[in-house]
């Protein structure tokens, strides 16, 4: 059982609200991790900060706990000292997308095997409600009193864009289909990127209209729009909407693993 | 003109540099400072002014260098590890002598640490805190009201001076609400205009802002330049303030927060006969070397009593010269001392404990 196994449950109950999402997607990413067969032991979760990011906090994994916005690159180091291991990312759009957005970037043009998890909530949830850069326009936050007007990012076209090896959309109310995005992903030796759309009633919800998160749930149920179906659809058709499925699975060379054969050109040649 | 109103001190702090003429904002979300950047999102539109919300704090502190280069008064506000990430900034800010305000609701440290008031930020914030031979004045209130106060001359400061200001807060200088006054009311058109800014160059030759000098004896004469201001801020712009230190046997010595703290064990302590003086450093850089020199020639010691675990009590160390003992009381990572702790140490000081 992938929730008795995989978290630490003298740690719970967990910290997020009544209706949150997020609990919904760690939940996920523990059964694709059982899916997958993962030996435990081989398996290392890192974070940064915000809400998404108190995830590993319940993981019983080993589990890095690094700053604001440099999750990335703090797995990367840990897949560069030891490629052995699955390195998993836990990050929100705060963390991973304004602040960390660099760093998601790189991660992705080197293509470095790491195996992200982006939970999108837009909205800083931790710090009470500012906009994120995932934040749709129009919506209210506790820095845009009057409507967001930044633009959000379409952070599967970036991360596709940016190199990505395998890039997917889910939504915490289709768990099913998300399992199954992050179980592929993670079996994708290259970065995978998946974007899981949360849910946060608190500090999103409560100041747009959709008050709890049986109501939020029900958006991403109605809104979201498969892969192949949105190939078929006008931009006006998809206005409002947003793609879930799986963008690309490509098989690019994993980083760490380019690295090692520079290494044994060495090795070939002292011999 | 000015009535009392009930704010909060992040609220007040953002309210007191409109008031000032402070029309653009650049910020990031971290508690415990969330509520400045929230109303100045709220207040700028109304007066004209610019609020933007950047991807990180290392992105803010440049917008701030840009709009400062632009002549106009601005403002960032952070908490610390926010504040360690605009240090680059601010280094540079100072190297190209760019006036602004940067506030800093300190919490407790390293790494994230909590989100609990703090004063660990001392170091950080007296000696310049980035790389470089520079300083940036600090201001630290310990009243929702001497928060507005000294927001409001941080702009004249750093206008003055060319350099960036520092306002060193904490998180219960930042929550707590009290009643406030704001005592002055500038729009921008009033301030003189800052011939050296880069908002196009009708009329003029171009100007340049920058912080890069080569050649090392260029370099050298900048940084000169710099100290020489350092030097004027040392003549001018020492604040402090004492409290029944004439008779004084012993000194306690804090800022902000827990100079509030310190000054109740104090009225305790006069209550059981001791004869308690304080001394309460508002600028920490320049810091108030005199009062405490002079004080320390007839004092039987000094107290100095912080929310860390001693980083002001170097200062007061090397203001006394040995001139009395300086003994340390800190409280930290979030934790505030309590007045009556400070006494119990007092009589044990006092009593000749160690
Ligand atoms: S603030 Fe929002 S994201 Fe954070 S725990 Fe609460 S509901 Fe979830």
């Keep these: ?271 | 003109m000015t009535e009392k109103i009930l704010m909060k001190g992040n609220e007040a702090i953002a309210e007191a540099g409109i008031r000032v003429g402070c029309r653009y904002f650049f910020g990031y979300p971290i508690t415990p400072q969330n509520e400045l950047p929230a109303y100045m999102s709220r207040r700028l539109p109304e007066v004209q002014g610019t609020f933007l919300q950047a991807e990180s704090e290392v992105a803010a502190i440049n917008m701030v260098y840009g709009a400062a280069g632009a002549g106009g008064r601005v403002m960032t506000s952070s908490s610390s590890p926010g504040i360690s990430l605009k240090q680059e900034g601010i280094s540079y800010l100072a190297g190209s002598e760019l006036p602004c305000v940067i506030v800093n609701i300190t919490r407790g440290g390293p790494g994230l640490g909590g989100i609990q008031p703090a004063q660990s930020d001392y170091f950080q914030a007296t000696r310049g805190g980035g790389h470089g031979d520079y300083y940036t004045p600090v201001l630290a209130p310990q009243s929702v009201q001497e928060a507005v106060d000294l927001t409001m001359d941080a702009f004249d400061i750093a206008d003055k001076y060319r350099n960036p200001v520092l306002v060193l807060g904490d998180g219960m200088i930042g929550q707590m609400m009290e009643p406030v006054e704001f005592k002055k009311e500038i729009t921008p058109d009033q301030l003189p205009e800052k011939k050296w800014a880069t908002n196009g160059a009708a009329g003029r030759k171009p100007n340049i802002i920058n912080s890069l000098r080569l050649q090392p004896e260029k370099l050298e004469e900048l940084n000169l330049k710099l100290q020489e201001k350092y030097m004027a801020m040392k003549k001018a712009e020492v604040r402090y303030e004492t409290d029944n230190i004439e008779d004084a046997e012993y000194i306690l010595v804090a800022f902000g927060t827990t100079a509030r703290i310190v000054k109740s064990a104090a009225d305790m302590a006069r209550e059981v006969g001791m004869k308690v003086g304080i001394i309460r450093p508002i600028t920490l850089f320049p810091f108030p070397e005199d009062v405490i020199a002079k004080a320390s020639e007839k004092a039987r010691f000094i107290l100095t009593v912080e929310m860390s675990l001693g980083q002001m009590v170097e200062d007061v160390r090397l203001s006394a010269k040995g001139r009395c003992p300086v003994y340390f009381q800190g409280r930290t990572g979030g934790v505030v001392p309590k007045p009556g702790e400070i006494l119990d140490n007092l009589k044990r000081l006092a009593g000749g404990g160690k």
């Excluded at chain 1, 995989?6 to 949150?20: A, D, N, Q, S, V």
């Excluded at chain 1, 916005?69 to 052995?84: D, L, S, W, Y």
């Excluded at chain 1, 836990?90 to 790491?114: E, F, K, P, Q, S």
Aim: charged share 20%.
């Design chain 1, 1 to 271: 059982m992938a929730v008795e196994d995989y978290l630490r449950m003298e740690k719970l109950p967990h910290i997020w609200c009544p209706g949150c999402g997020h609990g919904i997607v760690m939940g996920a990413i523990t059964r694709a991790i059982e899916k997958n067969g993962w030996d435990k032991n081989k398996v290392v979760v890192v974070s940064g900060i915000g809400c998404s990011s108190r995830a590993p906090g319940y993981m019983d994994f080993d589990t890095l706990h690094t700053l604001h916005g440099r999750a990335i690159p703090f797995a990367a180091g840990v897949k560069m000292a030891n490629p052995e291991l699955h390195v998993i990312v836990i990050t929100g759009d705060g963390d991973g997308a304004a602040i960390g957005g660099n760093h998601l970037i790189h991660a992705c043009r080197r293509n470095v095997g790491l195996n992200i998890v982006l939970l999108n909530n837009s909205i800083y949830g931790m710090t009470s409600g500012q906009y994120s850069p995932l934040t749709p326009e129009g919506a209210l936050a506790t820095t845009s009193p009057y409507g967001n007007i930044d633009p959000a990012f379409d952070l599967c076209n970036l991360a596709m864009g940016s190199g990505a090896n395998f890039v997917a959309r889910g939504t915490a109310y289709h768990i099913h289909k998300l399992i199954d995005y992050i179980s592929q992903g993670f079996e994708n030796p290259g970065f995978s990127f998946i974007e899981a759309i949360s849910q946060c009633p608190t500090n999103f919800g409560r100041r747009n209209k959709q008050r709890t998160g049986l109501e939020m749930m029900k958006w991403q149920r109605d809104n979201s729009v498969d892969f192949k179906k949105a190939q078929t659809m006008s931009a006006e058709e998809l206005k409002g909407k947003f793609i879930t499925g799986i963008f690309c699975d490509r098989e690019d060379k994993e980083y760490t693993e380019k690295y090692r054969q520079l290494v044994e050109q060495f090795q070939e040649g002292s011999n």
